[in-house]
């Protein structure tokens, strides 16, 4: 009885610690993109840029940045909040590596994004594109609902 315990015990261990390996599945960031800065400046005419894009390419799975959009329900993985502290504190390198080439769920949008074609490893290339979608995504954290047709 004492041998079924313990047997049982430690099946139960492997499965629970199997179960939040799994769970656990880490977007990790080459370092050499952490420091990558991003060579668009974030004004008025960028940040409309960006938001054109993310409307387009990001916004049917993160609704506002909430990850709720209507694609959303069908997915693996729920995408991320855009709006959280723990996502902005993100490094723009950070935010251009992952949109460049995502992870599970999320598509990578290296032949995506317009004007991305310059776009190269461990740089953000000379086109504007991606420097301005992340400056829009930046905005985000700044308010609660954003739309998609109405201004910043």
């Known amino acids: ?3 079924t315990f313990v047997f049982l015990a430690f099946v139960a261990f492997v499965t629970i610690s199997l179960s939040f390996n799994l769970q656990e599945d880490p977007w990790k960031v080459p370092e050499k993109y952490i420091n990558m800065k991003n060579p668009v400046k974030a004004d ?3 940040i409309k840029a960006g938001k054109e894009i ?3 390419h990001c916004y049917s799975c993160h609704l506002y940045g909430k ?3 209507p694609k959303a329900a069908s997915l693996n993985y729920s995408p991320t909040d855009l709006t959280t502290a723990s996502f902005q504190k993100q490094t723009d ?3 251009f590596y992952k949109i460049y080439y995502g992870h599970n769920d999320m598509p990578g949008f290296k ?3 317009p004007d991305n074609d310059d776009a190269i ?3 953000f290339g000379v086109t504007r594109g991606p420097g301005d979608l992340i400056n829009y995504i930046r ?3 700044k308010s609660e609902k954003q739309t998609r047709t109405t201004g910043l």
């Open 1 to 3: 009885m004492k041998n």
């Open 44 to 46: 008025a005419a960028s």
């Open 54 to 56: 993310y409307n387009e």
């Open 67 to 69: 990850g709720d959009g």
């Open 93 to 95: 390198g950070e935010l």
């Open 111 to 113: 032949n995506r994004i």
């Open 121 to 123: 490893e461990n740089e």
């Open 139 to 141: 905005t985000l954290n």
